[in-house]
């Protein structure tokens, strides 16, 4: 059972627009949530993450919510640009050594010019 | 520095040979780790290492051996490939107790 899921595997976006990627977990000892940007032939790059004891991160023109009792954080990406167009995996760390990471299936973001 | 590199890129194996997947960084990155991602499964880990000698299984470790005898080295050992391999492989690495990891470009494995 996936403890991390992105519902969404694909999203279209005109640019200019925000984009708005979501995605939920089920494990309560996650503590730590990080976003990864994937082009293709190439490895996941960090993006942004967010503690779990805040519920907003920003960075640019990229925004993380954190919602906790919902067990739900979304990406916001504003204002989208042809050069987002990724595929843009959530990832959850916590309760494990290592800090290992758990990732979602990714969402395949598509920015129209 | 050059982060976290992988060879081979490509790589096509008959079902039951034997391979090695390197990984390497400069760093100087006590944890490193191995994933594998697959369509629609996102990226899942296979073995992990906190430090030189010590290595771990991660969600996905049967069929794959590791061994980290330095820093900068963490191979992915295949024994006897399986159709059910084939798949991208990443390495990734980090600082102890940091959740950010560093990833190489990965190596696409097709296991026939």
């Known amino acids: ?113 | 520095n050059a982060g976290v590199t992988q060879t081979p890129k490509f790589q096509v194996l008959k079902t039951g040979q034997s391979m090695t997947l390197q990984c390497a960084q400069d760093m100087n990155h006590e944890y490193m780790s191995w994933y594998r991602q697959d369509p629609g499964m996102g990226l899942r880990l296979i073995h992990y290492s906190v430090g030189a000698g010590i290595t771990d299984q991660g969600e996905v470790p049967n069929g794959y051996n590791v061994s980290r005898s330095t820093t900068e080295d963490f191979p992915l050992r295949l024994l006897s490939a399986a159709p059910s391999q084939t798949s991208v492989y990443f390495c990734a690495s980090s600082l102890p107790y940091q959740e950010t990891q560093y990833f190489g470009p990965g190596t696409r494995l097709l296991v026939l």
């Open chain 1, 1 to 113: 059972d996936q403890q991390v899921k992105q519902n969404s595997p694909s999203l279209s976006v005109q640019e200019g627009r925000i984009s708005i990627l979501n995605c939920d977990y089920t494990n309560s000892m996650f503590d730590y949530f990080l976003w990864y940007k994937k082009y293709p032939a190439e490895g996941p790059t960090f993006l942004i993450s967010i503690s779990s004891i805040k519920d907003k991160n920003e960075d640019g023109r990229f925004t993380v919510f954190l919602n906790k009792s919902a067990k739900h954080l979304s990406l916001h990406i504003v204002p989208s640009q042809p050069g987002d167009s990724a595929v843009y995996f959530c990832a959850a760390s916590g309760g494990n050594a290592g800090n290992m990471l758990t990732f979602g299936g990714g969402t395949r973001l598509m920015v129209k010019p």
